[in-house]
């Protein structure tokens, strides 16, 4: 079982705002990270350490947390951002373990 | 630019052995980072599998600790995956992905393509 924990499922109407939501104990002492998986493609990192995006993520995307509870937000969603979503962190113990959430399937209406 | 490629076997018989090599180039793997192995049975989440750190350090997940070996060729720029006593549960899409861990912020930030291994007789 992860240690972090995702909602299975969300939907978003199509130029609204969505949060997806991760929470784990870890996250009380380490960023989570984000990686968006499109069908039959790898994952791609869209936020890590605070709110940062890597090159070529759109500024849509932005990430937070509070506790134990780290959201990634896409500001006006567009279609081709139905994906599943994943956050990943330490384990919370802090050793060099490292855990996944069970993933978020965003449909985008 | 930073790329990874894993290359194996797409077959294995249950019980034996599978072997996966991720090359690395654009990058020297000797000069930092932790290099990691995650996979994804069908239609399932992700899962990491371990780690090496650049300077040879392993690091496993516990639920597989007992099967699996990681090791790094600098000469060869690359690092592999042995995952032993298999069986159908361990069939899934293998990645490759560098891992830049500063202790309070954590990110694969490159990936290979995957690698798509199925257990079979």
């Known amino acids: 079982s992860s240690e972090l924990t995702q909602d299975p499922a969300v939907s978003v109407a199509l130029g609204q705002t969505v949060r997806i939501t991760c929470q784990g104990d870890?996250?009380?002492?380490?960023?989570a990270s984000w990686y968006q998986q499109k069908p039959g493609q790898a994952p791609v990192l869209v936020i890590y350490?605070?709110?940062n995006r890597p090159s070529g993520i759109p500024d849509r995307f932005s990430g937070s947390s509070s506790g134990n509870t780290a959201s990634l937000t896409i500001t006006g969603a567009q279609a081709e951002d139905e994906a599943d979503y994943y956050c990943?962190?330490?384990?919370?113990?802090?050793?060099?373990?490292?855990?996944f959430g069970g993933g978020t399937k965003l449909t985008v209406l | 630019q930073v790329q990874l490629q894993e290359s194996g076997p797409g077959l294995v018989k249950p019980s034996e052995t599978l072997s996966l090599t991720c090359a690395v180039s654009?990058?020297?793997?000797?000069?930092?980072?932790?290099w990691g192995w995650i996979r994804q049975p069908p239609g399932k989440g992700l899962e990491w599998i371990g780690s090496?750190?650049?300077?040879?350090?392993?690091y496993y997940n516990p639920s597989l600790k007992s099967r699996v070996t990681i090791s790094v060729d600098t000469s060869k720029n690359q690092f592999s995956l042995k995952l032993s006593s298999v069986t159908a549960a361990d069939t899934a899409v293998y990645y490759c992905?560098?891992?830049?861990?500063?202790?309070?912020?954590?990110?694969?930030?490159?990936w290979g393509q995957g690698t798509m291994v199925t257990v079979s007789s």
């Open positions: 992905a560098r891992l830049w861990d500063t202790m309070i912020v954590v990110a694969f930030d490159i």
């Open positions: 654009g990058y020297s793997i000797s000069s930092g980072y932790y």
């Open positions: 090496i750190y650049h300077s040879g350090s392993t």
């Open positions: 870890s996250l009380r002492s380490y960023y």
């Open positions: 350490g605070k709110n």
């Open positions: 990943n962190s330490r384990d919370s113990s802090g050793n060099h373990y490292w855990v």
